[in-house]
Nanobody
Framework: QVQLVESGGGLVQAGGSLRLSCAAS????????MGWYRQGPGKQRELVAG???????NYADSVKGRFTISRDNAKNTVYLQMNSLKPEDTAVYYC????????????WGQGTQVTVSS
């Protein structure tokens, strides 16, 4: 079982920055693929960024060059640095953990609201 707790959301003006954090329980954090998803008003949940256990990253086209995902395995934490925020980035952001193994599983955090004002 993995528990994920997000923090760092809030209200920011367009052009501003925020850093989201996701703290994970469990001793096997370094093996997990971690990701940030978001769901805007009236929209489906979409992948924003992901990072593998080896540190490889991928990003949605809409955030490339503005967002950076990183992880600190010693702290069981994954981060999403968001720069040059736009109103269309407004959404609830969710942390996801994919735990590999004989019975691979997905875990989700409760979400944190990010609101970007124009």
């Amino acid at each position: 079982q993995v528990q994920l707790v997000e923090s760092g959301g809030g209200l920011v003006q367009a052009g501003g920055s925020l850093r989201l954090s996701c703290a994970a329980s469990g001793s096997m954090f370094s093996l997990n693929t971690m990701g940030w998803y978001r769901q805007g008003p009236g929209k489906q949940r979409e992948l924003v960024a992901g990072i593998t256990s080896g540190g490889s990253t991928n990003y949605a086209d809409s955030v490339k060059g503005r967002f950076t995902i990183s992880r600190d395995n010693a702290k069981n934490t994954v981060y999403l640095q968001m720069n040059s925020l736009k109103p269309e980035d407004t959404a609830v952001y969710y942390c996801n953990a994919f735990v590999p193994g004989a019975r691979p599983s997905d875990y989700w955090g409760q979400g944190t609201q990010v609101t970007v004002s124009s």
